[in-house]
């Protein structure tokens, strides 16, 4: 073999090794941010690895504005808001009718501390509309007579108030319920590996860009200390929303700070030693939901809640006896927090 054919043969080699290293490059995943606002004033942020790098941001957001349409009470003709006005819907989008069957759901194992028809009563403590009452406990017990999910009727196609007081509020479950329609939309896009965020309400799925477990944040429950790190999850193929009441609540006339967080059995603000509640569930929606309940519930009854499921798991903060800030993490995520795998 003379010289000029080895260096033909050199140079082929070459080049084919340098398509082989470009081609497996393409292949790699490569990972799209993709930032926005949803629900009026919250914030999405979501990560996906995808080799092809499309930004679907432009179909995030039609999504977003479809769910809007049906559940969100700050536009006059959604779905929901057709339904607070004149006591039936129809549902012209599957949003409704699933946050109803999940709400059920965590309704019936919560012994109705999640209650989405409590819409009236967040009103009446100026969560909803702003418009604060001068409230006791008749002009409670008043208003409890228009909660309970005994209270609608509703199958695939319609629901319907059997009170005309009755106002349905998914806020404490909504954002939850968008995550999962996002994610499972990236599902349908070949799209494995996400990290989807609404309002610190989470799904992860698969892996992130290093190739590792997703691994999403527990927030100091101090409203002194917003943004502060108390643990962190590793979060695989799940949902995860945490709630809180130490971020919104409001002032009373005569200075007494009343919670967010509505018990729709007695129709008062929660305020106790539970600081914070995180739920791990199969969807976001559900995470969500059982969140709010177990803010309504208290620490021994959430965690009753919580071993008795096999699909849930949780982190909560609360103060101890003592006064002292502690921490419950179930059995399902020793090993899977920061603190707990030190």
Not at 135 to 163: A, H, M, P, W, Y
Request: hydrophobic share 40%.
């Amino acid at each position: 073999m003379n010289k000029n054919t080895k260096s033909r043969i050199y140079l082929l080699v070459l080049m084919i090794a340098i398509f082989v290293v470009w081609k497996y490059r393409q292949n790699q995943p490569k990972e799209v941010y993709v930032q926005g606002m949803t629900m009026g004033t919250i914030a999405y942020n979501i990560k996906y690895l995808d080799s092809e790098k499309r930004n679907f941001k432009k179909e995030i957001d039609s999504l977003l504005q479809d769910f809007n349409k049906s559940l969100s009470t700050y536009i006059p003709d959604s779905e929901i808001s057709t339904f607070n006005q004149t006591g039936k819907a129809s549902f012209v989008f599957p949003y409704f009718y699933d946050v109803l069957e999940a709400s059920t759901m965590v309704y019936e194992k919560s012994s109705g501390a999640f209650d989405p028809t409590v819409g009236t009563l967040v009103d009446a403590w100026g969560f909803g509309d702003g418009k604060t009452l001068n409230l006791d406990s008749s002009k409670v017990d008043s208003l409890l007579e228009f909660v309970g999910f005994d209270k609608i009727e509703f199958d695939q196609n319609t629901v319907t108030k059997l009170r005309p007081e009755v106002k349905l509020n998914f806020s404490a479950i909504a954002k939850g319920q968008a995550i999962d329609v996002v994610a499972d939309w990236l599902g349908t896009m070949d799209i494995m590996d996400y990290m989807v965020e609404i309002g610190g309400e989470v799904r992860a799925n698969g892996k992130n860009i290093e190739g590792t477990t997703w691994t999403i944040g527990i927030e100091v429950p101090d409203e002194s200390r917003l943004g502060g790190l108390f643990d962190a999850i590793y979060l695989e193929n799940q949902g995860m929303a945490s709630s809180g009441n130490y971020r919104n609540f409001r002032l009373l006339d005569d200075g007494r700070k009343v919670a967010h967080t509505i018990d729709p059995r007695t129709g008062f603000p929660k305020m106790q030693t539970l600081l914070s509640a995180t739920i791990l569930a199969p969807s976001c929606m559900l995470a969500d939901g059982y969140a709010t309940a177990c803010m309504v519930l208290g620490l021994e009854e959430s965690i009753t809640l919580v071993e008795a499921d096999k699909n849930l798991e949780a982190y909560f903060i609360y103060t101890d006896e003592q006064g002292k800030v502690a921490s419950y993490v179930s059995q399902g995520l020793k090993g899977k927090t920061l603190k707990t795998t030190e």
